[in-house]
Nanobody
């Protein structure tokens, strides 16, 4: 079992950066791939990025490559999402998730956090 708690969201101006954190509880965090998804207002939840258990493999949605960076620290049981040069359209609730393999689909993840709100003003 893994419990996930996101933090680091907030209200920022366009062009700013944020680092989201997702802290996990449970002994087996290092064996899980981790993913970040987001849900923009009025839209379906979408894939943002994923990272393998070893951090060797990282994967991004095409539209977010170069602006978002996923990383993890297994000793701290935490996965991060660095958001760079934020735009108003990045406004969303950001969720982290844990699963056996990194992937872009929600069904690939067994455990989910409650989300953290990111609001980008123009």
């Amino acid at each position: 079992q893994v419990q996930l708690v996101e933090s680091g969201g907030g209200l920022v101006q366009a062009g700013a950066s944020l680092r989201l954190s997702c802290a996990a509880s449970g002994r087996t965090f290092s064996s899980y791939a981790m993913g970040w998804f987001r849900q923009c207002p009025g839209k379906e939840r979408e894939f943002v990025a994923a990272i393998s258990w070893s951090a060797v493999g990282t994967y991004y949605a095409d539209s977010m490559k170069g602006r978002f960076v996923i990383s993890r620290d297994n000793a701290k049981k935490t996965v991060y999402l660095q958001l760079i040069s934020l735009k108003p359209e990045d406004t969303a609730v950001y969720y982290c998730a844990a699963g056996p393999n990194p992937g872009q689909y929600e069904f690939q993840y067994a455990y989910w956090g409650q989300g953290t709100q990111v609001t980008v003003s123009s």
